[in-house]
């Protein structure tokens, strides 16, 4: 089983800042997925197939990384981007997912 | 594409847990459906899948309690715990894949594990 190590597990950031979250895999994976969730709501695909964004998420958002090394970043922090924030790997059975990134507004 | 978790709030330990996942706008024979769940305040744990032909593959931490079913005529998938522990107590999420990753989510089921 691949496990995934976000870190930090918390980060606050001030509206308009930079913010990067990074998720490392104990083995290599092709792709990492990126899901934000909120308090009380079921997650949301993020990021997908490392770097792309579904239809709805703001630009601000960006992925990148490979092999084992990963890492999502915010552009300018908004308000609405305070969230946890989970990386995921399915290069192998069973898919798994990191511990989460609490991103806080400071 | 719509799915919706369904089961009991509160089951005691050493019983069994059944969940069932209704899906809509979809068709169970074309795309997969998986099982997730997360304990209170805690992260994200992948239990399992029936694949398209009807093997299934399971959490190994999970294995030897799971079991997943579905009736496509029906549009369900089901989900079976037995022996339920404390640590059991979780929101379940039936969750289907797109863009490959996990990209429709049900609401999430609470189920309390207690006496």
């Known amino acids: 089983e691949i496990v995934l190590t976000q870190s930090p597990t918390t980060i606050a950031a001030s509206p308009g800042e930079k913010v990067t979250i990074t998720c490392r895999a104990s083995s290599s994976v092709s792709y990492m997925y990126w899901y934000q969730q909120k308090s009380g709501a079921s997650p949301k695909l993020w990021i997908y197939d490392t770097s792309k964004l579904p239809s709805g998420v703001p630009n601000r958002f960006s992925g990148s990384g490979s092999g084992t090394s990963y890492s999502l970043t915010v552009n300018t922090m908004e308000t609405e981007d305070a969230a946890t924030y989970y990386c995921q790997q399915w290069s192998s059975i069973p898919p798994t997912f990191g511990g989460g990134t609490k991103l806080e507004l400071k | 594409v719509q799915l919706k978790e369904s089961g009991p709030g509160l089951v005691q330990p050493s019983q069994t847990l059944s969940l069932t996942c209704s899906v809509s706008g979809f068709s169970l024979t074309d795309y997969i459906v998986h099982w997730v769940r997360q304990p209170p305040g805690k992260g994200l744990e992948w239990m399992g899948v029936?694949?398209?032909?009807?093997?299934?593959t399971y959490n190994s931490a999970l294995k030897s309690r799971l079991t997943i079913t579905m009736d496509t005529s029906k549009s369900q998938v089901f989900l079976e715990i037995n022996s339920l522990q404390t640590e059991d107590t979780a929101i379940y999420y039936c969750t289907r894949a797109g863009y490959g990753g996990f990209a429709y989510w049900g609401q999430g089921t609470l189920v309390t594990v207690s006496s």
């Open positions: 029936m694949w398209s032909g009807g093997t299934t």
